[in-house]
Structure formats: structure tokens, C-alpha cells
């Protein structure tokens, strides 16, 4: 060990420092590493709240860049190193330190993985509703920092609607508590919703507090086939309107199906189009309500086939599917590029038609899938040549769609966020005003601008 990694290794232990060119390697990008790697100097991996802060006044003295690093599961470079330093991976943070029943809260360190967590608190019949697909590897101080979502949120919300205090590790390595283990809380400007999404522009988040709610004691999953995507896509808004609010409610194509149905036993029929994975919860009298109401949609909408699935393990093997529908169609595809626009429901028609468009005018495989339940849609681009003119199409691409989501109302990332892959569009979304202003911010919180440059704003180096 030399240079930074000899003297990250005094402050900290050898154990928590990895400088091996290969180590430095693996940590050189997120899932989007086919558009930019950046090489760190270390990787320190801090075992306590002490250890962060200890790195975080280092890297201030002498100005040394930090990115901060859950699972790398981000799907917008987010944690990829851009101007080299440190990477701070928070996985050695794992701890559950509280679950309280009574007063409905958790309290964890930051590299807790988000499975696990859901685990402990269902054990206890509590519920932590957010449920990103990369649930499987991906951090809760990831989710906080990404304001992570999944397809609960239709009815639950988002990571930000349960987060009730985090403890931060600011650039200059002070340590602050925001919020309240309360449900209430009004304390001069919220800091615990500004770090929420902020990712790692401002400080490490060491520490998460959350609200929790009580398990729901049903669940019931069905699949609604459809003649076209047009259709589909009609039905998403149609059924909220019409008084039921899924649990889930998740719009997939034929092709997805298609995939999906490698995990199924049966199988979904391949007659449709499009199709809609839906959970509904609650209650077993509010459960059945709801999917009495389901049906007659279903059948007003003259929907091909309508499967309730008969019981929750089967119920599983659905959405076990689901969560692998990703990395399965990385298998066969050798480039995946998840774009995360999200337009207002009643718009979802309107999305889908046009990308279908997209699609064949400029000639590239470009399926569509999500949430749908809450608008957010991920179209996606699969690629198996990598020629130039297909990279420029897939550029040309992303740029029509996120500027056809902010035409229909809609935002540049519902739960991705924006890490460097989506800053070139801030300006569409935010104007300069705004950005001037969050700038402002970052520099209120990260003076010298160590806090993953890069990212968001650009502040502190290139784009
Ligand atoms: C197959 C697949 C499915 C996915 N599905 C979803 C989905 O349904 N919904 C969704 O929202 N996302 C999804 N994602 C994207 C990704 O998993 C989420 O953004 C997740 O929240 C990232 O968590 P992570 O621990 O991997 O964070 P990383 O990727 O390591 O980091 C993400 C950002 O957070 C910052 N960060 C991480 N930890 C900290 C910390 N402790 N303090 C400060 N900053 C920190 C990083 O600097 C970076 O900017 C998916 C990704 C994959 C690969």
C-alpha cells in the first residue's frame, strides 16, 4: 500500500482499504458502465459512523474526491468514481440496530441490504413497503439516496415518504442527526428530505430511520391479458378511478411475458400484446371487494383473459419473475439501457403509442415496461451491436423520450435519479433559475466540492 491508500490505512485499519488495481476496478462503475468508468485511488469500506467521519476529514484536507457507494445497483452512474479518489463503500455498515413495534420504527446502518430488512420487519408482522426490483442487493442508504421506488409505489409511496431521520457524515467529516423517530416532525428546513435523493452530492449517510406499518394480513395476484398495449395502457388509469388502488400494478409487454414465462409453472398464455401484473392487499373483506370490482372491469374492457392466481406461493413465483425479468433480459440481450421517464397516468396511452413509433422510425428494440401504476414508465433499449450508428440512435433515443415525458407533463427520472447520465437534461426539466439555486445548496453543504463531482450540477468538474 502507498500514497492515499497507505495513509487511509493509519486512520482506519489495512482490513477496510483495497487498492489492488483489480479491486479498483470492480469499483470503477454502476450498471451503467458501457457509458463512463472512473478509476478511484482506494476503496475504503468504513465499519462505524467514527470511520466515515474520520475519511471524510482526510479527503477534506486535501481535497480529495469521495463517492459514496451502496450496492452499485444505480442505473444513472450515480456511484461511478468520475474524477478517481475514494470510494466509500458502506456495505460493512449492515446492522439492524432497532426495529420498535410500538412505535412502528427501524433504525439501520446504511449498507443494510433492503431484502434483509424487509425480512426482519415482516417477521414481526410490520411492513416497510418500498420495493425497488434490485431489492435483492441494493442498500437502504442506495434507496435513501436515489429516493428509490418499485411497484408498490401506486399505493404506498416512495423511500421518501418512510424516511423519519438520517444520520449524515457531512464533507468535512461533522456528524449531524436530522429529523425525529417521530411521525411529525417541524424543525426548521427538512435536511432529512434534501439528503433523501441527494445522491452523495452532500454528505454519506451513515444511518436511516424509517416508518414501518403493519403487515397486510392478504394478498391476492392477478393477470389481465390484452389485446394491445393501447388497451393496457387505458386500463392502468382506469382502474384507480375506479375506486380500487392496487397494491401493484405493473404494466409488461409480450416480450417480457415472454421471458417471465421461464420462471413460471403454468405459464402465461403468449396471446396478447400487453399485459398487467397486479397485486391488490388489505383486509380479506377489502381484498375480495377489490377484485370483485376487478373482474368487472376486466370484463367491460372486454380484456382477453383475466387469471386470479390461486394462492400467495404461487402468487410469489409471479413476482420472483418479475424481479428477474431484468438481469434475465441482460442474458440475452448484451446492452440494457433502462430509461425511467415518468408521465402522469392518464398520459401512460399516450407514451406507450408514441414509443411504439419511436421504436420503428428510428429502428431500434426498444420495449417498455414499469410501474405503470404510479406513471412510471421504463422504456427500454436492447442492444447486441454496438456499432456507432446504433450508439447514436440509443442517444438519439433517450433524448426523444425524456423530452416527449416533460411534454406530457411528466419528469426525467421517477426513482433512478439523475447521477451524470441524466444531467444533461436537468435544464429541460429544472430551468436555470432552479439549478442556480440548488447549486447554491451544494455549495452550502460541500464547499470544496469533494462530495462525488461529477453528479447532478456538474459542480466541481466535468460534466
Ligand atoms: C435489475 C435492477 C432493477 C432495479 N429496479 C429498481 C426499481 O424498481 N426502483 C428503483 O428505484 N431503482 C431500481 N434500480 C436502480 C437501483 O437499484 C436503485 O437506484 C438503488 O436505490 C441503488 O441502491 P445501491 O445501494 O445499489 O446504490 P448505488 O448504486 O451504490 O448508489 C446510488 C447513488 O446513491 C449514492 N449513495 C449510495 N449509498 C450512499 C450513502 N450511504 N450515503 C450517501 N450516498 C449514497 C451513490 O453515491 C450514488 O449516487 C434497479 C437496478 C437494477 C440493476
Same mark, same amino acid.
Given at each position: 500500500?502507498?500514497?492515499?491508500?497507505?495513509?487511509?490505512?493509519?486512520?482506519?485499519?489495512?482490513?477496510?482499504?483495497?487498492?489492488?488495481?483489480?479491486?479498483?476496478?470492480?469499483?470503477?462503475?454502476?450498471?451503467?458502465?458501457?457509458?463512463?468508468?472512473?478509476?478511484?485511488?482506494?476503496?475504503?469500506?468504513?465499519?462505524?459512523?467514527?470511520?466515515?467521519?474520520?475519511?471524510?476529514?482526510?479527503?477534506?484536507?486535501?481535497?480529495?474526491?469521495?463517492?459514496?457507494?451502496?450496492?452499485?445497483?444505480?442505473?444513472?452512474?450515480?456511484?461511478?468514481?468520475?474524477?478517481?479518489?475514494?470510494?466509500?463503500?458502506?456495505?460493512?455498515?449492515?446492522?439492524?440496530?432497532?426495529?420498535?413495534?410500538?412505535?412502528?420504527?427501524?433504525?439501520?446502518?446504511?449498507?443494510?441490504?433492503?431484502?434483509?430488512?424487509?425480512?426482519?420487519?415482516?417477521?414481526?408482522?410490520?411492513?416497510?413497503?418500498?420495493?425497488?426490483?434490485?431489492?435483492?442487493?441494493?442498500?437502504?442508504?442506495?434507496?435513501?439516496?436515489?429516493?428509490?421506488?418499485?411497484?408498490?409505489?401506486?399505493?404506498?409511496?416512495?423511500?421518501?415518504?418512510?424516511?423519519?431521520?438520517?444520520?449524515?457524515?457531512?464533507?468535512?467529516?461533522?456528524?449531524?442527526?436530522?429529523?425525529?423517530?417521530?411521525?411529525?416532525?417541524?424543525?426548521?428546513?427538512?435536511?432529512?428530505?434534501?439528503?433523501?435523493?441527494?445522491?452523495?452530492?452532500?454528505?454519506?449517510?451513515?444511518?436511516?430511520?424509517?416508518?414501518?406499518?403493519?403487515?397486510?394480513?392478504?394478498?391476492?395476484?392477478?393477470?389481465?391479458?390484452?389485446?394491445?398495449?393501447?388497451?393496457?395502457?387505458?386500463?392502468?388509469?382506469?382502474?384507480?378511478?375506479?375506486?380500487?388502488?392496487?397494491?401493484?400494478?405493473?404494466?409488461?409487454?409480450?416480450?417480457?411475458?415472454?421471458?417471465?414465462?421461464?420462471?413460471?409453472?403454468?405459464?402465461?398464455? /403468449?396471446?396478447?400484446?400487453?399485459?398487467?401484473? #397486479? *397485486?391488490?392487499?388489505?383486509? &380479506?373483506?377489502?381484498?375480495?371487494? =377489490?377484485? @370483485? %370490482?376487478?373482474?368487472?372491469?376486466?370484463?367491460?374492457?372486454?380484456?382477453?383473459?383475466?387469471?386470479?392466481?390461486?394462492?400467495?406461493?404461487?402468487?410469489?413465483?409471479?413476482?420472483?419473475?418479475?424481479?428477474?425479468?431484468?438481469?434475465?433480459? /441482460?442474458?440475452?440481450?448484451?446492452?440494457?439501457? #433502462? *430509461?425511467?421517464?415518468?408521465? &402522469?397516468?392518464?398520459?401512460?396511452? =399516450?407514451? @406507450? %403509442?408514441?414509443?411504439?413509433?419511436?421504436?420503428?422510425?428510428?429502428?431500434?428494440?426498444?420495449?417498455?415496461?414499469?410501474?405503470?401504476?404510479?406513471?412510471?414508465?421504463?422504456?427500454?433499449?436492447?442492444?447486441?451491436?454496438?456499432?456507432?450508428?446504433?450508439?447514436?440512435?440509443?442517444?438519439?433515443? #433517450? *433524448?426523444?423520450?425524456?423530452?416527449?415525458?416533460?411534454?406530457?407533463?411528466?419528469?426525467?427520472?421517477?426513482?433512478?435519479?439523475?447521477?451524470?447520465?441524466?444531467?444533461?437534461?436537468?435544464?429541460?426539466?429544472?430551468?436555470?433559475?432552479?439549478?442556480?439555486?440548488?447549486?447554491?445548496?451544494?455549495?452550502?453543504?460541500?464547499?470544496?466540492?469533494?462530495?462525488?463531482?461529477?453528479?447532478?450540477?456538474?459542480?466541481?468538474?466535468?460534466?
Amino acid at each position: 500500500m502507498k500514497g492515499l491508500a497507505k495513509d487511509l490505512g493509519g486512520l482506519i485499519g489495512r482490513q477496510g482499504v483495497w487498492s489492488d488495481p483489480e479491486d479498483l476496478y470492480a469499483y470503477s462503475t454502476d450498471m451503467t458502465h458501457y457509458l463512463a468508468r472512473g478509476m478511484p485511488e482506494a476503496v475504503v469500506l468504513p465499519a462505524s459512523t467514527e470511520e466515515t467521519a474520520k475519511v471524510m476529514q482526510y479527503a477534506f484536507k486535501h481535497e480529495v474526491a469521495v463517492t459514496p457507494r451502496g450496492a452499485g445497483s444505480g442505473l444513472s452512474g450515480g456511484c461511478t468514481p468520475l474524477h478517481g479518489g475514494i470510494v466509500l463503500d458502506m456495505k460493512r455498515m449492515r446492522r439492524i440496530l432497532e426495529i420498535n413495534p410500538g412505535n412502528m420504527t427501524a433504525g439501520m446502518e446504511a449498507g443494510v441490504v433492503l431484502r434483509q430488512f424487509h425480512n426482519a420487519v415482516e417477521r414481526m408482522g410490520l411492513f416497510y413497503p418500498p420495493d425497488p426490483q434490485s431489492q435483492e442487493v441494493s442498500t437502504l442508504g442506495g434507496n435513501v439516496a436515489t429516493r428509490a421506488g418499485g411497484p408498490r409505489g401506486v399505493k404506498y409511496g416512495t423511500t421518501p415518504n418512510y424516511v423519519l431521520g438520517l444520520e449524515v457524515v457531512l464533507p468535512d467529516g461533522s456528524i449531524i442527526h436530522t429529523g425525529a423517530s417521530t411521525v411529525k416532525y417541524s424543525v426548521g428546513y427538512d435536511l432529512t428530505h434534501l439528503m433523501t435523493g441527494s445522491e452523495g452530492t452532500l454528505g454519506v449517510i451513515t444511518r436511516v430511520t424509517v416508518r414501518l406499518l403493519p403487515l397486510p394480513p392478504t394478498r391476492r395476484t392477478a393477470v389481465a391479458v390484452f389485446a394491445s398495449l393501447d388497451e393496457a395502457a387505458t386500463m392502468v388509469a382506469e382502474i384507480t378511478v375506479r375506486g380500487t388502488v392496487p397494491a401493484k400494478l405493473e404494466f409488461i409487454t409480450q416480450g417480457g411475458i415472454q421471458i417471465m414465462n421461464s420462471f413460471l409453472d403454468p405459464v402465461l398464455p /403468449l396471446t396478447g400484446e400487453a399485459y398487467l401484473l #397486479i *397485486e391488490l392487499d388489505g383486509t &380479506p373483506a377489502q381484498v375480495e371487494e =377489490d377484485a @370483485v %370490482r376487478l373482474e368487472a372491469l376486466c370484463k367491460e374492457m372486454k380484456v382477453l383473459e383475466l387469471r386470479m392466481v390461486p394462492d400467495e406461493k404461487q402468487a410469489q413465483t409471479y413476482w420472483k419473475a418479475r424481479i428477474n425479468l431484468a438481469p434475465a433480459i /441482460l442474458s440475452i440481450f448484451k446492452r440494457m439501457i #433502462i *430509461e425511467d421517464v415518468t408521465v &402522469p397516468r392518464d398520459r401512460i396511452p =399516450d407514451f @406507450v %403509442r408514441w414509443l411504439q413509433n419511436l421504436s420503428a422510425s428510428i429502428g431500434l428494440v426498444i420495449g417498455v415496461g414499469g410501474h405503470a401504476g404510479d406513471g412510471n414508465m421504463h422504456p427500454t433499449i436492447v442492444l447486441n451491436d454496438f456499432s456507432q450508428e446504433n450508439e447514436k440512435k440509443a442517444r438519439e433515443a #433517450i *433524448e426523444q423520450i425524456v423530452k416527449y415525458g416533460l411534454s406530457l407533463g411528466g419528469t426525467i427520472s421517477g426513482e433512478h435519479g439523475i447521477g451524470f447520465h441524466k444531467a444533461p437534461f436537468l435544464l429541460w426539466e429544472l430551468g436555470q433559475t432552479q439549478i442556480d439555486l440548488q447549486r447554491r445548496i451544494k455549495q452550502a453543504f460541500d464547499p470544496k466540492g469533494i462530495m462525488n463531482p461529477g453528479k447532478l450540477w456538474n459542480y466541481g468538474g466535468a460534466a
